[in-house]
């Protein structure tokens, strides 16, 4: 039996509902596998704000700090996105968790599932057979360097600073996540016009001949947009620093043809936390259409991190089930859209139960699973 400390961070809007499926299967796991996940929730973002006055509390940040797992739905509120002059944003709350917890490598996957393929704006012949790994470098660049504007307001600087170790140690893991995978890592960056970049070019190069299983290939960012699109199944493993990968992947986001699949991982020294990409989506907060295979995806990245690799795959076939079968939320099924909560009882009661093969859709619609 496995004992493992999850902390629940639920957040804002769409957040709490999709994270309560992704609860659920996590749930579902424990109970298959005989484990114990300790699970407990703790406010951040604008319910922090709205609770406390801060958007990270000290006891949030304690609880993160002692789990071995984050767990996060969604953070952010529309009274804060149309405040620019707001001096307490939700947004703020995630950054400095990322700072204090060490995460600084971003992960995410994009995969192209074949039952979907409609539902990507982009053609069917450009777009199938993706399969890519994106590491965004996460605690430097411009996002944390020093900033502010001239006493008279006038003028406004984002410093964007890099260090070697900063580098090495983000590119060591996309290196190691390439070497298992299809061999090959592609560098996105600026070098011809930014000094960091330059920087991050040469680092990468000399770390390059410590894998020479791995090709290596360098694309400046604007390509890199575009390649992205027009030609997305060259890609492997990306990796690149925080700006560009904010951009890039959320880019990549259409080739799956919905932010609610597309699970991400944000990995440092020891705790790990693990969220789906898309934002708190305000508009759809209560109506049971937010998709949560996203979150729950997001789940079996955190199964994998506390390696736990056969209950991860499970978790995966499961969603690939629920994808084959049409078990899936308006956005993907408009003509027989099933809820938020429906999608997320057919893939814990499919993990519990998937042995005997003794289920189907009613048991599930109506909940008669034991596990809801």
């Known amino acids: ?16 509902e999709v994270c309560r499926q992704a609860v659920k299967v996590l749930e579902a796991v424990a109970e ?13 973002g604008a319910c922090a704000i709205d609770a406390t006055g801060n958007p990270l509390p000290d ?11 984050v767990l996060l739905g969604a953070i952010g509120d529309p009274k804060y996105d149309h405040d620019p002059s707001a001096k307490v944003r939700p947004e703020q709350g995630l950054l400095r968790l990322r700072k204090e917890l060490g995460l600084y490598a971003n992960i995410r996957p994009v995969t192209a599932y074949d039952v979907l393929l409609a539902h990507s704006p982009l053609k069917r012949e450009r777009i199938e057979g993706t399969d890519m790994l994106i590491f965004r470098e996460l605690t430097g660049g411009i996002y944390f360097g020093a900033k502010g ?58 770390l390059a001949t410590q894998y020479p299983e791995v090709s290596v290939d360098y694309l400046f960012v604007d390509n890199a947009a575009m390649q992205v699109i027009l030609s997305p199944t060259q890609f492997d493993v990306i990796l690149t620093e925080n700006m560009f990968g904010d951009i890039i992947s959320d880019e990549a986001s259409v080739i799956a043809g919905s932010l609610g699949l597309l699970p991400s991982a944000s990995v440092g020294e020891r705790v790990a936390l693990f969220e789906p990409i ?5 508009q759809a907060k209560g109506k049971g259409i937010a998709n949560p295979i996203a979150a729950i995806l997001s789940a079996a990245m955190l199964l994998e991190h506390l390696e736990l690799h056969t209950e991860a795959a499970l978790v995966r076939e499961a969603v690939d089930e629920a994808l084959n079968n049409g078990i899936l939320t308006p956005e993907l099924n408009p003509t027989a859209p099933y809820t938020t909560e429906e999608v ?7 993990i519990a139960d998937s042995r005997e093969k003794q289920w189907n859709r009613i048991n599930v619609e109506i909940g008669l699973s034991t596990i809801i």
């Not at 006891?59 to 797992?69: F, G, I, V």
């Not at 006038?154 to 061999?183: K, M, N, V, W």
């Open 1 to 16: 039996m496995v004992s493992k400390k999850i902390a629940v961070l639920p957040g804002d809007g769409i957040g709490p």
């Open 32 to 44: 298959r596998f005989e484990h114990r996940f300790d699970l407990s929730s703790h406010l951040m």
């Open 59 to 69: 006891e949030t940040l304690a609880a993160c700090r002692a789990a071995d797992a």
């Open 149 to 206: 504007r001239t006493a008279d307001g006038e003028a406004a600087y984002d410093h964007c600073t890099y260090s070697r170790p900063e580098i090495e140690r983000i590119a060591h893991l996309a290196f190691r996540a390439a070497a298992g995978r299809r061999q090959k890592l592609t560098l996105i960056d600026k070098a011809n016009v930014l000094e960091t970049s330059r920087l991050w070019r040469e680092v990468v190069r000399e």
């Open 278 to 282: 898309h934002g708190s989506y305000p």
């Open 344 to 350: 997320g009882n057919y893939i814990a009661f499919w």
